[in-house]
């Protein structure tokens, strides 16, 4: 009887392996190793060493914005082409580079799960140093952009996979919107057209603000604007810990903000800083203003984190996933009202 159970078992798992192994032994979609926002240059120590190499540290490692200390964009580990073996070959993040007269097609390419899954390549080559960095000055923004999209695209498939529930169907039924959090958030406070949702350690805490109110004009969507019904909203409903302090946005610096398409409708992104008035907590944030125009109000979630004497971005970026899975439940009306918009009706 076992042989009968396991002998098919054996010859499903043969199948497996054999399937997902490449010509040249590599294994396509083994998991992706490294910690969140590493990222590797293949590159030979003498160009890391000169200018080239210091134009791709500088870039890739530029400050994160909105960040209380400075922080990289990248963790960036460069490896030698005769060492980049197969434990470097499963990073999430990696650019090749091709510097050599030999090379027939200059140019830059990317290519996605290579080696892993879900990885993010970029390929660069090119005859000379020179050539090089040109083509990757021409092409930093979008180098960056891929990196950090993927990143967030990883958090997004995970917390697609393992969200806590409570938060979402409570969101769903009360708010009429969905939001997909990571096991270990909790309703800290609920109230018409506001609830907040947090999760917390002894080391850090990261939360969601979430409210609502009625859209009357397109100013709205701007700073001042948004920013005073912030506020109002945190002094209101976030108090510090002590008496008469309360959740504030942090003014001594400017804010960053964009406006943007979030599933079809239109949305404001700003990051900055929080603090506490009274009190000497703060840290970074990041929030979306999302028009939900077939109930004519704005949705917003505003997400920080608390993490004093640790280091924030990967934090940070948690929320932005997080955030960034928000999703209206009459969407599709939304979709045709945008569309008439657009359309000039």
């Known amino acids: 009887m076992k042989r009968a159970i396991y002998y098919p078992l054996f010859l499903f798992i043969a199948v497996v392996i054999l399937q997902s192994c490449s010509n040249d032994n590599h294994v396509i979609h083994k998991n992706i190793s490294g910690k969140a926002g590493e990222l590797v240059v293949v590159i030979s120590k003498d160009t890391w060493a000169g200018s080239t190499g210091k134009l791709v540290r500088e870039t890739l490692a530029q400050t994160h914005i909105g960040l209380p200390q400075d922080e990289p964009i990248f963790d960036v580990i460069d490896v030698p082409h005769a060492a980049f073996k197969s434990i470097f070959k499963s990073t999430r993040n990696i650019i090749q580079t091709s510097i050599s007269a030999n090379v027939e097609n200059e140019g830059i390419t990317f290519t996605d799960d290579v080696w892993a899954y879900p990885q993010a390549t970029v390929q660069i080559k090119a005859k000379t140093a020179v050539k090089f960095e040109e083509i990757f000055k021409e092409n930093s923004n979008k180098i960056i952009s891929?990196?950090?999209?993927?990143?967030?695209?990883?958090?997004?498939?995970?917390?697609?996979?393992?969200?806590?529930?409570?938060?979402?169907?409570?969101?769903?039924?009360?708010?009429?919107?969905?939001?997909?959090?990571?096991?270990?958030?909790?309703?800290?406070?609920?109230?018409?057209?506001?609830?907040?949702?947090?999760?917390?350690?002894?080391?850090?805490?990261?939360?969601?603000?979430?409210?609502?109110?009625?859209?009357?004009?397109?100013?709205?969507?701007?700073?001042?604007?948004?920013?005073?019904?912030?506020?109002?909203?945190?002094?209101?409903?976030?108090p510090g810990a002590i008496e008469n302090s309360y959740m504030s946005t942090e003014k001594r610096f400017e804010q960053t903000f964009n406006i943007l398409e979030h599933n079809g409708n239109y949305t404001s992104e700003m990051r900055g800083l929080w603090r506490v008035e009274n009190d000497f907590m703060g840290g970074p944030y990041i929030s979306l203003a999302e028009l939900d125009a077939t109930n004519q109000r704005v949705v917003v979630a505003f997400g920080y984190v608390y993490a004093p004497s640790k280091d924030k971005r990967n934090l940070l970026r948690q929320m932005e996933a997080m955030l960034y899975s928000l999703k209206m439940n009459e969407q599709a009306k939304n979709d045709k009202i945008n569309r008439q918009v657009k359309m000039g009706n």
Not at 164 to 182: A, H, I, Q, S, Y
Not at 192 to 201: M, S
Not at 216 to 232: A, E, G, M, P, Q
Request: charge should be positive.
């Open 146 to 238: 891929y990196f950090i999209a993927a990143e967030k695209e990883r958090l997004t498939m995970n917390y697609t996979k393992f969200y806590e529930k409570g938060v979402f169907n409570v969101l769903d039924k009360d708010f009429g919107v969905t939001m997909k959090v990571p096991p270990g958030f909790a309703v800290a406070d609920k109230k018409k057209n506001f609830i907040w949702y947090k999760y917390e350690t002894p080391a850090i805490s990261q939360g969601i603000v979430f409210y609502t109110f009625p859209y009357v004009s397109d100013s709205t969507f701007t700073v001042n604007y948004l920013l005073n019904i912030r506020d109002k909203v945190l002094k209101e409903n976030i």
